[in-house]
């Protein structure tokens, strides 16, 4: 298993047919090159089989965003799939599809793609002019005014947020909705509601009708966050939603049709999780149409001073009353600082520190002296944050799981003590640690601080 430094940079699920019984034995057809690929006796047909067993025009393939649709043509004798007759039938790797006396199986792996980079230094709001970054600016330009389902992998702080945002606005979806779910922010009792919405009495609390996560998207684009913590247990959910493109309430009986993109992030190696039976193979083949791994910023400290630019100029914190800028120049000696620093919090952190810094800054310059001190002041942190995390850890425990209890402790007292300074005011707390009201919410009802029957008007 390569180390996630090493892993391709930009793959793309490929799907193939391989004869493994029949008059045309071990050849091979790649379903990438058609919409339609058709199959029959007829020699018009994308993959003739001459099999007196098989009907003139047997069946056919149809490529869909996410997985391919086998559909029988009133054949002779039937379509099987792993032994049952079909009419219609999505595929999933493995398959071994029968048709008179011919199999052909259904094979799909991801292929490394080494895309051209872009001529472009930027794409969306990203910007970069490595060759990693202008490679995924390619890919991007490529598969953005598609329906391809998608696959960000990143550490966190990489901007896998922006690379989502930034294909749905490069789609042909742009003016459609575009909604973020966070599956780490909900309680595993609500994700199954937040996703799919529920019905007035479904369950206590349900107090009215309520349209999930995907329903808001339709027509336009649902972005799945930390698709990795999403529970063994609720993944199947998702897969059916995929499958059928439809959902159904919670409460409900009715099916409710879907028409969204679906683009997923995550911080994990899924296909590491998937060998180690974390999450399923078929929701992961599903999803993973389209792969890009984000690079960490200390794999691309070029692009900084392009980094630099673009926050200093979008920052809200750099912005005065009057609309020009607080700092409007950092020398050379800080920027060297900053490339030579290794980025745990990759872009998220370089932009904390360039609020830092903006408060530093003389005549609209930040200098070298400025980013040593902010630099000393973050050593200086992290010497104390050992003593701090390290207590009540748990050695005995697998790291991942230990790693989850101290997080999950500090989540909890933070935000405990965070709804205590503002009186119980979900809204002012959520302006205070600037994050989203709602993702707020999902915490609090997930760490039990805030009961789930709690009305949402009455947190005001």
Not at 60 to 86: H, K, W
Not at 90 to 99: A, E, R
């Amino acid at each position: 298993m390569p180390s996630d430094e090493q892993r391709d940079l930009i793959s793309l699920r490929k799907c193939v047919l391989v004869i493994i019984d029949g008059p045309i034995k071990s050849q091979k057809f790649d379903l990438g090159r058609k919409k339609i690929t058709r199959i029959g006796k007829k020699n018009d047909n994308d993959i003739m089989i001459t099999d007196q067993t098989v009907s003139r025009a047997h069946l056919e393939i149809e490529a869909t965003a996410d997985s391919y649709l086998l559909r029988d043509l009133n054949s002779t004798n039937g379509t099987f799939i792993n032994g049952i007759r079909v009419k219609e039938a999505f595929l999933s790797p493995g398959d071994v599809i029968t048709v008179g006396n011919t199999k052909l199986e259904y094979q799909a792996f991801e292929e490394k793609v080494q895309m051209e980079p872009s001529k472009n230094s930027f794409f969306g709001e990203m910007v970069g002019k490595s060759k990693k970054m202008r490679q995924i600016f390619g890919i991007l330009e490529r598969i953005s005014p598609t329906l391809a389902t998608v696959i960000i992998e990143g550490e966190t702080g990489t901007g896998k947020e922006l690379v989502a945002r930034a294909i749905h606005n490069n789609s042909l979806r742009k003016d459609k909705p575009f909604i973020v779910f966070d599956c780490s922010a909900v309680a595993s009792n609500l994700i199954e509601s937040e996703l799919f919405g529920h019905m007035k009495g479904s369950f206590t609390g349900a107090i009215k009708d309520r349209k999930g996560a995907f329903e808001m998207a339709t027509t336009g684009t649902i972005f799945l966050d930390e698709i990795g913590e999403l529970s063994i247990d609720l993944q199947p959910k998702l897969l059916r939603a995929l499958e059928q493109r439809e959902i159904k309430k919670v409460g409900s009986t009715q099916p409710v049709q879907l028409d969204v993109r679906v683009i997923c992030a995550t911080n994990r190696n899924l296909k590491k999780e998937v060998e180690e039976g974390r999450f399923r193979e078929d929701l992961y083949y599903r999803l993973s149409v389209v792969k890009i791994q984000l690079p960490p910023l200390r794999q691309r400290n070029d692009d900084i001073p392009l980094i630099i630019e673009k926050l200093l100029s979008t920052a809200r914190y750099n912005k005065k009353p009057d609309g020009t800028y607080y700092a409007t120049r950092i020398e050379d000696d800080a920027i060297r600082l900053l490339q030579r620093y290794q980025w745990p919090g990759n872009i998220r952190e370089l932009n904390n520190i360039l609020e830092r810094a903006v408060s530093f800054s003389e005549n609209g310059i930040v200098n070298g002296q400025h980013m040593q001190f902010i630099f000393s002041e973050i050593d200086h942190r992290t010497d104390d944050s050992k003593t701090v995390t390290t207590t009540g850890v748990d050695s005995n425990m697998p790291f991942k799981e230990a790693k989850q209890k101290v997080l999950e402790s500090f989540e909890k007292d933070y935000l405990v003590e965070l709804l205590q300074k503002n009186k119980n005011n979900v809204s002012k707390a959520a302006r205070e640690a600037k994050i989203d009201r709602k993702h707020l919410r999902n915490l609090l009802i997930k760490y039990g601080i805030l009961d789930s029957q709690t009305p949402e008007d009455d947190e005001e």
